[in-house]
């Protein structure tokens, strides 16, 4: 007996992920080269989350020793055979030699349900987490999630081993409900003073001139609409400003922006009870030299630098952000402006650091939904622990609202 699963969709690596909401529909052949017996035929829908971090906490002299766990977030099973007006039997059922087709739909859902009652994991009413495989540095943390469909042709009697064929899917959920633009927008700023060069490596400046020099700071501010949401695949939507707060009465060498570069970063946590391991994936996005753009002199409104310098900055294609029980991955915009006292200073650094929200822009894929075209899509709740979001534990009330987007 041979069983296969055919999807109504292609599953190439270019092909569209299933999100929230979509169905999964197809159907499950099986091809008996003779009559044979079956007790029962059932076609199983699954996410499973898988976690290993090193065991420090439980031995800190252990590299090697791993704490690991399981969550089951998703789990739907719908039996193909017999019928639901035909008590199953024993003894199985005949079926004739040829060709068996048996059609299946499932309806993927916006919400997880974990299935571990451990009391020292805190789990969350959330959405579905995306398809992912990561390993830290040096193999100290792995965290996976993975979809698959699965049949299982139960046949009687001890002699006859069940027959599984299982079908990987790659999940991407949804992004979280926008709220309208909120008025301020978010912003990270940062700053330090600007000195300027000295005539000979171990000279110094005098103290009246060093006094005024320290007042002369430059200052650099990133900032996003808010909440602070990017997109992968598109450009950045945010403005750069730099100020030079010239407060001395002497007239220094003018504060020239040299260098200008912009990294994504990608900080992923890893949780096992009391284990956990942090580490960070670096996206360079745009690097910028020779710019030699007086700062006292930046275009309206003030301070702010002209957005065509990063035109061409485009965010990669990356895993959103999310939050499982064992799983966190966060993301960050780091700017740094390479800063000069005049076009012959020495270059000083000063870094911003905004936490962004990154979103995939997935929609439902055309005709793969349950709902109707006159339907709204429902509400996504948002990510917790990303962007001030506080995370919270699983409800009690089966009736609650989700407090938490993973």
């Known amino acids: 007996m041979k069983v296969t699963i055919q999807l109504d969709r292609s599953l190439g690596d270019h092909d569209q992920p299933f999100a929230s909401t979509d169905s999964v529909c197809g159907f499950v052949n099986l091809d008996l080269p003779h009559e044979d017996d079956v007790t029962r035929i059932t076609v199983e829908l699954s996410g499973v989350l898988f976690s290993s971090v090193v065991a420090t906490a439980i031995n800190p002299l252990a590299s090697t020793e791993h704490a690991s766990d399981k969550h089951k977030l998703l789990y739907l099973c719908h039996t193909l055979f017999p019928p639901p007006d035909i008590h199953t039997s024993p003894k199985g059922f005949s079926l004739r030699k040829g060709a068996k087709t048996f059609p299946f ?44 469909l699965k049949v299982t042709v139960e046949r009687p009697g001890g002699f006859k081993s069940d027959i599984i064929e299982e079908q990987e899917l790659k999940f991407m959920p949804l992004d979280p409900s926008l709220p309208p633009p909120m008025l301020e927008p978010k912003g990270r700023k940062n ?57 001395s009465a002497h007239s220094p060498p003018p504060a020239i922006l040299g260098t200008l570069s912009v990294t994504l970063l990608t900080e992923l946590t890893v949780i096992v009870g009391p284990n956990s391991t942090t580490w960070t994936t670096h996206h360079p996005l745009l690097s910028l030299t020779e710019l030699r753009i007086v700062i006292r002199g930046l275009i309206q409104p003030p301070g702010a630098l002209c957005g065509g310098l990063w035109r061409d900055c485009i965010v990669p294609d990356l895993t959103p952000s999310f939050t499982t029980c064992t799983h966190m991955q966060q993301h960050f915009i780091v700017v740094t402006a390479g800063i000069s006292r005049g076009h012959a200073g020495r270059i000083q650094i000063i870094k911003a650091t905004i936490n962004v929200d990154l979103h995939s822009g997935i929609k439902p894929a055309p005709h793969s939904t349950n709902l109707s075209e006159f339907e709204q899509l429902p509400y996504i709740p948002w990510r917790v622990g990303h962007l001030g979001i506080s995370r919270q534990a699983r409800s009690t009330s089966g009736s609650a609202a989700p407090p938490a987007y993973c």
């Not at 330090?192 to 400046?205: D, F, K, M, V, Y």
Request: aromatic share 8%; proline share 10%.
């Open 191 to 247: 700053s330090r003073n600007i000195l300027p060069e000295t005539t000979s490596p171990g000279a110094s400046l005098p103290r009246s001139a060093s006094q005024h020099w320290d007042q002369h700071k430059v200052a650099l501010e990133v900032t996003l609409p808010s909440p602070a949401i990017i997109h992968a695949t598109r450009s950045l939507p945010f403005q750069i400003f730099v100020f030079a707060n010239e407060t």
């Open 105 to 148: 739909q499932f309806c993927i859902p916006i919400l997880s349900a974990c299935d571990d009652d451990k009391i020292t994991i805190t789990h969350l009413n959330a959405t579905l987490p995306p398809s992912f495989s990561v390993t830290g540095p040096n193999k100290r943390a792995i965290s996976e999630m993975k979809y698959w």
